[in-house]
Nanobody, 124 residues
Framework: QVQLVESGGGLVQAGGSLRLSCAAS????????MGWFRQAPGKEREFVAANSWSGGSTLYTDSVKGRFTISRDNAKNTVYLQLNSLKPEDTAVYYCAANKAPIATMFRYSYDYWGQGTQVTVSS
């Protein structure tokens, strides 16, 4: 089992920045691919970014490329999502997730463990 707890969400003006953190505990965290997803009201949960356990494989959805950065500190069992140049359409609950795939993957149903989410609200 892997337990995931997100933090760092909040209210920010358009153009601002936030850094989300996801602290993991449990079995062999460093061997998991970690992903970030988000879900806006009335919409499906969508992929944002993922990073393999080695850091050698990283994916981003097109709408966040160049603005968001995923990183991880395996010594601290933590994965981060740096959100820059935020837009109102980035408003959502952000979730981190973990799976045992050896490379980063965007497929929601491939992730075995999920956190409870952290709210990000971007005002215009």
């Amino acid at each position: 089992q892997v337990q995931l707890v997100e933090s760092g969400g909040g209210l920010v003006q358009a153009g601002g920045s936030l850094r989300l953190s996801c602290a993991a505990s449990g079995r062999t965290y460093s061997r998991y691919t970690m992903g970030w997803f988000r879900q806006a009201p009335g919409k499906e949960r969508e992929f944002v970014a993922a990073n393999s356990w080695s850091g050698g494989s990283t994916l981003y959805t097109d709408s966040v490329k160049g603005r968001f950065t995923i990183s991880r500190d395996n010594a601290k069992n933590t994965v981060y999502l740096q959100l820059n140049s935020l837009k109102p359409e980035d408003t959502a609950v952000y979730y981190c997730a973990a799976n045992k795939a050896p490379i980063a993957t965007m497929f929601r149903y491939s992730y075995d463990y999920w956190g409870q989410g952290t709210q990000v609200t971007v005002s215009s």
